[in-house]
Nanobody, 115 residues
């Protein structure tokens, strides 16, 4: 069992930055792939970024070059550094941890990009 808690969301102006954190508790967290999805009102949840257990990253095209995800296995924490934010980045951001057959989600944190 893995529990995930996101933090760091908030209101930011276009062009600004935010850093989200996802703190995990449970066993063998370092063996899970972890990452981020987001969901804007009236839309489906969409993939943002993933970091494998070995540190390989992958990003959605919409955030490449602007967002960076990293993990600190000793602290059981996943990060999402978001730069050059746009209004279309506004969404609830969810952290996940996945290792077949297990899939865990956090409760989400709101990110609003608006002037």
């Amino acid at each position: 069992q893995v529990q995930l808690v996101e933090s760091g969301g908030g209101l930011v102006q276009p062009g600004g930055s935010l850093r989200l954190a996802c703190t995990a508790s449970g066993s063998f967290v370092s063996t899970y792939a972890m990452g981020w999805y987001r969901q804007a009102p009236g839309t489906q949840r969409e993939f943002v970024a993933t970091v494998t257990s070995t540190g390989t990253t992958n990003y959605a095209d919409s955030v490449k070059g602007r967002f960076t995800s990293s993990r600190n296995n000793a602290e059981k924490t996943l990060y999402l550094q978001m730069n050059a934010l746009k209004p279309e980045d506004t969404a609830v951001y969810y952290c996940y941890a996945q290792r077949t057959p297990y899939n865990y989600w956090g409760q989400g944190t709101q990110v609003t990009v608006s002037s």
